[in-house]
């Protein structure tokens, strides 16, 4: 089954919740600095949705995660705290929420928003789902180099979480 484009990238006329203008930019801040990958696994969207929302598993797929934490339920508004394998911590917001669809959450780093959308693209044979990367704030152009440079990590984690739904589902 194919499911309609999800309103989480509709950005004009979106009925998804989000939390202040984080999705107003999106068009314009993914246009500048995407990164992007899509991924399929045979776990379903459920699970794979499921993943997403356990901020206690990040770290058994996001290869940059170390650890994570999330103060109180998965929802709007809805703030955490996450350490990067290299020692760096810092925290997120959850921005955007049209479950069991998409979702996207801020890190903030210094002087700028990284912004992460996770979204269940297709889920026929297989459940298709893309993440997409961007960076806003004053020091963009500062972060976006070294973004760049983690693109084959995005590749990797989504591989691994692949993996580990595939796991789960069975």
């Known amino acids: 089954m194919s499911l309609p484009p999800c309103p989480a990238t509709q950005i004009e006329s979106s009925p998804v919740a989000t939390i202040g203008a984080a999705s107003c930019r999106r068009s314009t801040a993914r246009a500048r600095t995407p990164l992007e990958h899509v991924e399929t696994t045979r776990a379903s969207a459920a699970t794979l949705w499921s993943c997403w929302i356990d901020v206690g598993t ?4 996001a290869g940059w995660v170390g650890s994570a ?20 911590r810092t925290t997120f917001t959850v921005a955007t929420l049209d479950a069991p669809y998409a ?12 912004h ?21 704030g004053r020091l963009r152009r500062v972060w976006v180099r070294p973004l760049k440079r983690r693109g084959g990590e995005l590749a990797e984690s989504m591989r691994r979480l692949a993996t580990y739904a595939e796991s789960l589902h069975r």
């Open 58 to 61: 990040w770290s058994e797929w």
């Open 69 to 88: 934490t999330l103060e109180g339920p998965f929802e709007i508004g809805a703030h955490g705290r996450v350490g990067e394998t290299t020692g760096y």
């Open 103 to 114: 979702q996207e959450f801020i890190v903030h780093i210094f002087g700028a928003d990284v």
């Open 116 to 136: 992460m959308s996770r979204e269940i693209v297709d889920e026929s044979e297989v459940t298709t789902f893309k993440h997409s990367v961007w960076i806003t």
